[in-house]
């Protein structure tokens, strides 16, 4: 299983990205999928999450209104776009798979926020 997460980089407070999150060795419309972020010295957190189909979506409280996760099912990738970034969003994003029995994980991609 392979999950590329890519869209990260460098942008202003009150900029946007977006970042995608391709997988392949899984069937992917089976699995929920997250986004996840760790800022230097802090500890992994929950940022957004979809289920199989993209009917359920759920979001930090940090992020709401700000980003949203989407998935494309038949592109095997699934996204998340940040929209009023701030600095304090600065972080190596991470997407995840869940299934029932286990999850994994893919590389981080550099969200860099500067004011």
């Known amino acids: 299983v392979q999950l590329q997460a890519s869209g990260g980089g460098s942008v202003q407070a009150g900029g946007s990205l977006r970042l995608s999150c391709a997988a392949s060795?899984?069937?992917?419309?089976?699995?929920?999928m997250g986004w996840f972020r760790q800022a230097p010295g802090k500890e992994r957190e929950f940022v957004a999450a979809?289920?199989?189909?993209?009917?359920?979506?759920y979001y930090a409280d940090s992020v709401k209104g700000r980003f949203a996760i989407s998935r494309d099912n038949a592109k095997n990738t699934v996204y998340l776009q940040m929209n009023s970034l701030k600095p304090e969003d600065t972080a190596v994003y991470y997407c995840?798979?869940?299934?029932?029995?286990?999850?994994?994980w893919g590389q981080g991609t550099q969200v860099t926020v500067s004011s």
């Open positions: 995840k798979a869940e299934g029932r029995f286990r999850s994994f």
């Open positions: 060795g899984l069937t992917f419309s089976d699995w929920s």
């Open positions: 979809i289920s199989w189909s993209g009917g359920s979506t």
